[in-house]
């Protein structure tokens, strides 16, 4: 038998994350999902080049907490 997660509107408010906290609007959530898209193909720019010197390997680790902080949001 394969289990399935309530909808958000039938779980009790008191058992839910408080989502206003995080984003103020429905809309702002996607926005900030969409610059995390938009950030992901950014990537390839380090492929094959993390040895090349360590600025680039800075620059990418610097990059990746930078997109990791939106992402823990």
């Not at 959530?29 to 360590?54: N, V």
């Not at 990791?68 to 949001?73: A, E, L, P, Q």
């Amino acid at each position: 038998m394969k289990a399935t997660l309530p909808l958000r509107k039938e779980v009790n408010v008191n058992d839910t994350w408080k989502l206003e906290d995080l984003f103020e609007t429905d809309e702002a959530c996607k926005e900030a999902l969409y610059e995390i898209e938009r950030q992901i193909p950014l990537y390839a720019k380090y492929k094959g080049h993390l040895s090349d010197s360590a600025e680039c390997l800075y620059e990418c680790i610097q990059f990746d907490e930078s997109v990791g902080r939106k992402i823990d949001m």
